[in-house]
């Protein structure tokens, strides 16, 4: 489900981790479910001769589903790794009342190289289907998405990597309604910090709209997360899924899962305020008579921006292909 990058310090080699869903789950229709093989390890065999290509991943090592401190916990679907890649944080993607035990994030101490890890302690997320998790670049905090819950969830980070008790717990209220079957209430879908770690962006597929949240630093050590005046709307029965920032910092991308189309958006990093273009937004798939939407085949999934900043790419689930677009380099339209 997720793939996360993990590079020794000497860049070579490196290491590709994936998540899987190994639950029964209704919009997860793979007969290899359910399954006991949690993550598993690809390393990167690069091609002698051939230094531009990225090379064959091979696999590595497999992390079983348990209760053991060398397993990971059910249906771990997303996860994310510090920059020195000793660490890595996997929530897990289970349903039930908000205030059930079993929704976690969980901190481990990872070793790629022996292919595997050690669990250092978990906490609750305080909403069910934990769908997304990412560090601040300070590494300070960490935010996890809340789908089914609709909330937004930030911990604080240990100088061990471990987890602290949560600091914030920020549910959203309402919905759309636009798509009923997927918009019945709120479904906060990703967490994501800006350049500077000062805001935390979360698009609600079930709100049409991304909040927008402000972290400071209250103290020493003590944190808060409030959020900004506005949200920045989608049109009608979009379901944004995912946001990313363009490098300069002033122009964020919004993936609409449900249309399958792209809002561009000027962002204001000292406020944190983001603001849709006016335009149409952009389609993701080749043919607009594909049917999107309610009773749609083909559903947007992941938005990546190439660190140069010239290149947009958003996948299709359903279309099964990867749009590419051209930034402009002036205005990152």
């Not at 059910?74 to 929704?103: I, K």
């Not at 008579?289 to 947009?312: E, H, N, Q, Y």
Request: net charge negative.
């Amino acid at each position: 489900v997720l793939v996360a990058a993990v590079s020794s310090m000497d860049v070579k080699p490196e290491f590709v981790l994936v998540g899987s869903y190994t639950d029964a789950k209704g919009h997860c229709f793979s007969p290899s479910v359910p399954h006991d093989i949690g993550i598993t390890i690809f390393r990167r065999k690069h091609d002698e001769g051939a230094s531009h290509d990225f090379g064959e991943l091979v696999p590595h090592a497999r992390v079983k589903v348990g209760p053991g401190p060398d397993c990971v916990p059910t249906s771990p679907s997303y996860m994310c790794t510090n920059r020195s890649g000793d660490r890595l944080y996997v929530v897990s993607e289970v349903d039930g009342p908000n205030d059930a035990p079993h929704h976690l994030v969980v901190a481990y101490k990872l070793d790629v190289h022996r292919g595997t890890v050690e669990r250092i302690n978990d906490r609750d997320t305080g909403g069910a289907v934990a769908c997304y998790v990412e560090l601040s670049p300070d590494e300070r905090l960490l935010a996890v998405a809340n789908y089914m819950g609709g909330s937004l969830t930030v911990f604080q980070v240990n100088e061990d990597g471990s987890l602290s008790s949560r600091i914030a717990l920020c549910q959203h209220e309402g919905a759309s309604g636009a798509n009923p079957e997927r918009q019945e209430g709120p479904h906060a879908h990703m967490s994501t910090f800006d350049e500077a770690g000062r805001h935390i962006l979360v698009p609600d597929l079930g709100k049409d709209c991304v909040r927008s949240y402000t972290v400071s630093e209250a103290s020493e050590g003590r944190f808060e997360v409030t959020p900004v005046g506005s949200d920045a709307e989608m049109l009608p029965g979009s379901g944004p899924r995912h946001t990313v920032f363009h490098p300069s910092g002033r122009r964020a991308y919004v993936l609409n899962e449900l249309l399958s189309t792209i809002t561009t958006c000027d962002y204001d990093p000292l406020t944190g305020i983001l603001e849709p273009h006016t335009g149409a937004p952009i389609l993701t798939l080749p043919d607009p008579s594909t049917k999107v939407g309610v009773g749609g085949v083909s559903f947007c999934a992941a938005i990546r921006m190439a660190p140069d900043g010239r290149f947009l790419y958003a996948s299709n689930r359903g279309h099964d292909s990867i749009a590419v677009f051209s930034v402009g380099a002036e205005d990152g339209a």
